[in-house]
């Protein structure tokens, strides 16, 4: 049967977005475990990140710390996680603050990006596992790809790990589903890349094949 379209096409922007995102999606699992800290963002009234990266942060092999991006305050569903109360509480039930950093608020991804990119330094941060909604995981790690630019950081290993959503399920803060929720994130994505603050598929395939010659990568 003749093949109705080539295997071997032109990239277009459309695609070139699909093919980072199917690469980015498959890094090895295993790498997550070899981290030296771990970062969460918080926001949208979804506590369940919180909640299942403080487990993941008290049962992790080799973390030494976990940072908390702020969320904004005029959210409806905004919760305090600068209150070390909050977090040692149910439902997030951490037992020790010992190398817990939250940032105390932000009023958007850019903002949260740039103040984790200036903690690699001061805290000798080598890599970082980055947890985060499912539908927001890529544009979020473009935003923290790009903010390593824009602040003069040196690339370190980045693993993002995708938090599950249904696609049924419902934002808190929006009261609209996880599904709705998607498209938005792929309309901000390319809206903000023109703007500088979300890397190019250029900067993130470059930073994927930067990446995967890492030892961090090794099965060991």
Known sequence: MKRLVSRL????QTS???????FLYSLPV???NKV????VLPGQGEEFRVIRVAQAFEQHPTARHFFITGSNPIERTWRDYNNHAVLTAPPFNLSSMTGVIPQPTAEHTKEQMDWLVNLIEPFGITSLALYVTNYHCYRAFCTLLA???RNKVEWIPIIPV?????PNGIVPEENFSFWAAAAGEAARIFKYRKMGDVATNKELREYLEWLSNHPIMSED
């Open 9 to 12: 096409v032109p990239h277009t």
């Open 16 to 22: 070139r977005t699909f093919s980072t995102a199917l």
């Open 30 to 32: 295993h790498v997550r």
């Open 36 to 39: 030296d800290a771990i970062a």
């Open 147 to 149: 903010a390593f630019r």
């Open 162 to 166: 995708p938090l599950w959503a249904p």
